[in-house]
């Protein structure tokens, strides 16, 4: 069993991914939270990287435009090596990026109309104002929110600010979007609505798009890959299909929401509640 | 196993003296290349507002009581010799010198230095400052440098606006309350107090600013997780920011007081 979860999936790790990572070794401290991970992410396609929490996914993915830095292994994109640039040219890579944090990360200081410019003041004179209101109108409308434009970020929902952020992530036209739990603290029905933004995206601008989730509804609606990490290790890759039907028993109680018999059999050893509860008369003595 | 915790420590220790001077020797050169960039102005004069022009009337306040509580400390012992005529020239001297620049400067470790850290740090937990990172922006020139720099040029006209009260305090005390001669006061003021004695005070602000600034971006840039977290990296801001301007106040007062000692004498020789 322990063998069977450390053995790892590899497949099109050395293929022409758009995104290639090669042995990444990404250790906190001690401890080791990436271990010998290599995967290609193909342009074009939607990748979905799914697993429990605390495994690791989101550090895989700050890894795929360097916000975090490898221990060892290298990162590259469109054929370059990146892992081992400065800052500074690493910020230049970075605009070929867009990435949508989990909680939004909108700037509360700034109106919803200003953050979605910042990346565009960053990296470019702006002298024609009218242009950029054309501009921030089409990528509200894009999520939907065009009117929206003075709101400040703590006026709008968490759906909502998603969709803000989408819209800035998009801003500087991205050829690779990375989402970090898109639809984590969302209702269904506006998970959904992420959903299909990350669908249209990927249909009108043709970009490459990278989602961490543990949904699994959001994963098989997007993914045209999907890769599960468990332990730092990557532990199955393939499409919705051959994830569905994957052997291994940790992808399976995973994809089914179903604790495995291990973790059962811990809850089951470590008393009952009504050894757990105080009572007020525990305290009176 | 008290080796090890040691070992440890030390190690730790260093390891964040590292992280802290290259932090810093990166804030100096985004502040230079700020400088020399006009799109980061507006940034510069919005934070020139928070930091310098609200700041005005508690770094007044401070500056004002200092030199109250100078002259009705030292008006006894001073009256006692029949020296109280020379009440200005102690005041005053003190308060440009001293504890105008030091206790401003500890006002605005309170007022900036905490705001600074609460809102980096905030921004670092909400994951702000990877965003900016994410969109290939550098966070230390788009969010320390500006602080950096109004610290820097505010602080030293901040403490002269303490300067200011602190020596008009002093008076008000010294003459109106407690009777001295204005003539005799502002006369042994005048003879006591030279402009060196205003101008290291005044230099003194531009350390005092640099340090304050750096330190807080510092504690907000590296703060931990969770509002215990933002809490933590306040207080440790305030405590470094306030004894590196105790600290910096003694070495920049033995290295004012060498070059007073070799350049000022041949003032009268010019």
Known sequence: ?285 | MIIGTVGVKTVTGVNNMGRFARFSWQSMIASLRSCLSPSTYPLIWTQMNIIGVKSVPVVMITGAFVGMTLAVQAYDQLAGMGLEEHLGVLINISVVKELGPVLAAVMLAGRIGGALTAELGTMNVTEQIDAIRSMGTDPIRYLAAPRVLACLLLTPFLIIYADLMGILGGYFVSVIQLGINSRAYWNFSASGVELWDVSIGVVKGLFFGVAIAVISCYKGFTCKEGAHGVGQACTEAFVASFISILALDFALAVIFKSIYNTFWPLKSLV
Do not use: W
Not at chain 1, 23 to 47: P, Y
Not at chain 1, 73 to 100: A, C, P
Not at chain 1, 133 to 143: D, G, I, T
């Open chain 1, 1 to 285: 069993m322990r063998q069977e979860i450390e053995k790892t999936e590899t497949s099109q790790s050395n293929g022409d991914g758009v995104i290639i990572l090669r042995k990444i070794i990404k250790k906190f401290g001690g401890k080791v939270v990436l271990d010998h991970v290599s995967l290609a992410v193909e342009k074009g396609k939607t990748t979905v990287i799914i697993g429990p929490s605390g495994c690791g996914k989101t550090v895989l993915l700050k890894h795929l435009i360097l916000l975090l830095r490898p221990t060892s292994g290298e990162v590259y994109f469109k054929g370059s090596r990146i892992d081992n640039l400065r800052e500074r040219r690493l910020n230049k890579v970075r605009t070929h990026y867009g990435f949508l944090f989990q909680g939004g990360a909108l700037f509360d200081s700034l109106s919803v109309f200003e953050n979605i410019i910042f990346p565009l003041r960053q990296h470019h004179r702006i002298t024609d104002f009218k242009q950029v209101e054309e501009l921030v109108k089409s990528k509200l409308a894009m999520v939907g929110l065009d009117g929206y434009q003075n709101y400040y970020p703590a006026n709008l929902s968490g759906g909502q600010r998603k969709r803000v952020a989408l819209a800035r992530a998009i801003a500087l036209n991205p050829e690779v979007i990375l989402y970090d739990e898109p639809t984590t603290g969302l209702d269904p029905i506006r998970s959904d609505i992420i959903n299909e933004l990350i669908l249209k995206l990927q249909r009108e601008l043709k970009v490459t798009a990278v989602v961490v989730t543990h949904d699994m509804t959001s994963a098989y609606k997007v993914a045209d890959r999907i890769i599960m990490l468990h332990n730092g290790k990557i532990i199955a890759d393939g499409d919705a299909d051959y994830i569905r039907n994957h052997p291994h028993p940790t992808v399976q109680h995973f994809i089914k929401g179903q604790v495995d018999d291990d973790d059962l059999a811990v809850l089951r050893m470590s008393g009952t509640m009504s050894q757990a509860q105080f009572l007020p008369r525990d305290f009176e003595q």
